[in-house]
């Protein structure tokens, strides 16, 4: 124990801290400006000088470490004299602007001269002037307001790890500027936002739309981007949100946020949101009553499966719906509609990839705490860019790399580009050959640890020289072998794992490949998760062989106690997966699709061939808050409530329950009640309350979240392994497929980009991102535009087997050669309207990697 008297008061430590951060344990406040709980150390504002006994000098609180017995005072006559100096100096340039600047009320340094500061000021200089800089589209920057606390410098550098902006020019002269310019070339998340304490940097999205005390609630609730699950407060006025901002202290994002959780909000308010159900009568949509489409639907239902049987009906779930509503549309399907063909788009990676890494290392294998990958000693990343995919989760992978982790990628990561010691480029289509080469050498020198004998079998017989690998794949033996030595020296491994390498030729092989690297240096497994809640779906049950809490539906004493606690029959043969779906539809097997919360014609590859097979159905119902390309197509479409208009719960990809709470009202019913009521319009007895009603039930149905409740989930303790019982691994046999060889030379190849400020669909209705980036790009290398006789900015059309675009050229150093990036998220413009796929027969993954697509010049 360390004590320490602080203004009289004795003080217990049982660990050495500040006195700044000993004061404020005891209830004692020590003013400051540029100290921040996020950031370092820093001592620049002298704000918080206080007395020590023995000590000739001040001292600035937030770095003076306390020591046993140490007598400190913070308020006395000489203190206050240099704060009211420090306050003074500080207003010497700083406008006194508060009437119209958008932080009063919310000021630091307005708080601060309220309580500390002089009435008058002895400086007569006319203030510094610096023109308001409104360039960039999120952020509005005021350097008039700037006091050089440098907060915003070191949450970018120390933290964000973008390193966007610096202190320019010395003394008075100083400022903070963006390293590119005028505008900032960052990735913005504004959490420099956050983090000054004055009106120097704001967003644009509220300016001068209200003051911090008009903000009639607060809400705290979860992300409803990627699967990270982070946490957030709304802020809302007039029932419209104002403003999102994060939360200090949460166990996800600890204050932190990325560009589309703090600003792709808007897409709640949009004017295209849909705000009453649509008939389609002769091929034109009518506006309907609630009443009147939901006896239709329950009608033509009913009339679907009493002629052509249950099995004809097919449901796709939704990763951005909460748990309850995905539970209760599950049931809805097998027990009211005598249906199994329920899926989502999880199964074009998270789902497959999770099935099968579970497989070999049992249930839960890849349920482990984010923030832990910020103390391994060394990251494996593959397959994608986490810091666009799932950026908090990449902000932890460049904390390790500050720690002194080694980060280790397999292909081009754009976002760790700077925190790598080594990067492994492979030429196009030869990964297979890298993942062999890596695990040869990791046998060789660390052998195999005996453990798994399923796992070893597959593995016994890959050996490959380093010789052979670095021939194959184009990269050079010395940087194969610090590769090797710094993943074969770690103790405290993590391995993560995208979506590009589950839907690549051979994906399974490869994830064996991944597996085993894992097993051998004894790590960790993250699978990164484009959305919100793709866990939760697949716990609720929402897969053609799977019931809620992972039940193999085609087990029957599992079925049986379902039926049971139903009080309802199920069907005993396994359903459609989402694609098997789309063959189902065109082929006429398929009769009636309810699609909750997605937009397949969009989301997933050959778009056309999903536009046209949807169109066969005879009978397609869609729920969604907008008219999608999917519900365009539908006979009834009915409007949902976005994410923050209802309470409910997301699992993220740790497997941690939260709770997502509603901050605005809008009329219109969850999506689980619109089931619900169709559902009663059936016959069904099925009956909630409430969507903590629903939980409950779950948490009895469920053996995987037995006994769990609201309370759990709100005390932040509703972390896996839960209260109930995960099922350990029914299958032994570890099943792949390898790749074959694809032949590159000369050819041009279509990829998926997945960018950093787009998720889906959805962001498209959020002006800020849109702003960020406005429109789909061609992208590809400086050899492939030289080899075609292009340049950056010509207007290329890209044609493939099944379409055509006419796009924009970006060249960038950061593409692969013979590969052409493009993303999907733009309508009309999306990559999968000219992608082809195959079906990997393990992870039931499409493949998309093999399109191959000709280029050629339209214009400028």
Not at 188 to 196: H, L, Q
Not at 257 to 264: I, P, Q
Not at 819 to 824: D, G, H, Q, W
Request: include cysteine; hydrophobic fraction near 40%.
């Amino acid at each position: 124990m360390i004590k320490v008297t602080i203004n009289g008061k004795e003080i217990n430590l049982e660990k050495a801290m500040t006195v700044l951060e000993a004061a404020r344990s005891a209830g004692i406040k020590i003013p400051t400006l540029c100290y921040h709980e996020q950031l370092e150390k820093y001592g620049g504002c002298r704000l918080c000088l206080v007395e020590v006994e023995r000590m000739p000098r001040l001292q600035t609180a937030c770095t003076l470490m306390v020591t046993d017995g140490m007598v400190v005072r913070t308020e006395t006559e000489a203190i206050a004299n240099v704060r009211r100096s420090v306050l003074e100096f500080l207003l010497i340039n700083h406008p006194l602007d508060c009437p119209y600047c958008d932080k009063a009320g919310e000021c630091e340094l307005q708080d601060l001269v309220e309580k500390y500061g002089p009435a008058t000021s002895r400086f007569k200089e006319s203030k510094r002037k610096v023109t308001e800089s409104l360039e960039d589209p999120v952020l509005v920057r005021n350097m008039e307001r700037c006091i050089v606390c440098t907060r915003c410098v070191r949450m970018c550098e120390g933290v964000q790890g973008a390193a966007a902006i610096a202190v320019i020019d010395r003394g008075g002269h100083s400022h903070i500027e963006p390293f590119s310019g005028g505008k900032f070339d960052c990735e913005y998340c504004g959490n420099c936002v956050s983090v000054c304490p004055v009106g120097a940097i704001m967003s644009r999205l509220h300016r001068h739309s209200y003051r911090p005390w008009q903000l009639v609630s607060e809400t705290e609730t979860i992300c409803p981007y990627c699967g990270v699950g982070c946490t957030l407060v709304v802020q809302v006025r007039d029932d419209v949100i104002k403003r999102v901002v994060p939360r200090i202290g949460t166990a996800v994002n600890n204050g932190l946020l990325c560009s589309r959780g703090r600003f792709g909000y808007e897409f709640v308010g949009h004017k295209d949101r849909l705000t009453a159900p649509l008939i389609k009568k002769d091929g034109v949509f009518e506006e309907a009553t609630w009443e009147e489409a939901i006896r239709l639907i329950a009608r033509r239902l009913g009339e679907i499966k009493d002629t052509f049987g249950g099995s004809s009906i097919a449901g796709i779930a939704s990763p951005r719906c909460t748990n309850e509503d995905n539970y209760v549309f599950q049931k809805f399907m097998r027990v009211t509609l005598g249906s199994n063909n329920i899926d989502s788009t999880a199964r074009t990676g998270y789902a497959g990839a999770q099935a099968f890494i579970e497989n070999i290392f049992g249930q839960g294998a890849t349920a482990n705490l984010i923030p832990g990958l910020s103390n391994s000693d060394a990251v494996v990343v593959a397959g994608g860019d986490p810091t666009a995919m799932n950026p908090i989760l990449g902000l932890q992978i460049r904390a390790c790399a500050r720690k002194g982790g080694n980060i280790l990628t397999i292909g081009h990561i754009k976002g760790l580009r700077h925190y790598t010691p080594v990067e492994l480029r492979p030429s196009l289509f030869s990964e297979d050959i890298l993942l062999e080469g890596i695990l040869s050498a990791l046998k060789d020198k660390k052998g195999l640890p005996g453990s798994n004998q399923i796992l070893e079998g597959k593995i016994k017989d890959i050996n490959l020289s380093s010789a052979e690998v670095t021939r194959v794949c184009g990269i050079s033996e010395k940087d194969f072998a610090l590769f090797i030595d710094k993943l074969s020296g770690a103790s405290n491994a993590a391995v993560v794992i995208g979506k590009e390498v589950v839907q690549s030729s051979g994906g399974s092989y490869r994830l064996l490949l991944l597996a085993a690297i894992t097993y051998l240096i004894n790590g960790r497994v993250y699978l990164l998760s484009e959305r919100a809640n793709e866990q939760g779906l697949l716990d609720m049950g929402c897969a053609p062989d799977l019931l809620p809490g992972y039940r193999p539906l085609g087990y029957a004493e599992f079925r049986k106690k379902y039926e049971i606690a139903w009080k309802s029959p199920l069907p005993e043969q396994p359903g459609l997966t989402i694609f098997e779906m789309i063959e189902a539809a065109k082929s006429g097997l398929l009769k009636a699709m309810y699609i909750m919360g997605e937009n397949p014609v969009f989301n997933m590859p050959n778009s056309k061939e999903v536009e046209a097979a949807l169109k066969k159905v005879d009978f397609l119902i869609v729920q969604d808050i907008f008219l999608t390309e999917s519900a365009r197509l539908a006979d009834v479409v009915l409007p949902a409530l976005s994410w923050s208009e209802k309470n409910g719960t997301y699992t993220n990809m740790e497997r941690r329950i939260q709770r997502l709470r509603k901050a605005v009202t809008r009329e219109g019913m969850e999506d689980w009640r619109i089931v619900l009521e169709i559902a009663r319009n059936m016959g069904s007895k099925m009956n909630y309350e409430d969507s903590e009603n629903v939980f409950f039930e779950i948490s009895r149905v469920s053996p995987l979240h037995r006994d769990l409740g609201y309370e759990e989930i709100e005390k932040g303790t509703a972390i896996y392994p839960y209260k109930g019982e995960p099922l350990r691994s029914l299958t032994e046999e570890i099943r792949t497929e390898k790749g074959g060889s694809i032949e590159s030379a000369g050819k041009l190849y279509l990829r998926l980009e997945r960018p950093l400020f787009h998720s889906g669909t959805l962001s498209r209705k959020s002006q800020a991102l849109v702003n960020i980036y406005a429109g789909a790009v061609a992208r590809i290398s400086p050899g492939t535009a030289g080899r075609l006789s292009l340049k950056d900015g010509d207007i290329i059309r890209i044609s493939s087997g099944i379409g055509s675009l006419d796009l924009p050229l970006a060249v960038e150093k950061a593409v692969e050669d013979s590969v052409l990036m493009l993303t999907n998220n733009f309508e009309g413009r999306g990559a999968f309207s000219l992608m082809e796929y195959s079906i990997d027969p393990v992870t039931k993954a499409p493949v998309i990697d093999g399109n191959v697509v000709t280029v050629e010049k339209v214009g400028r």
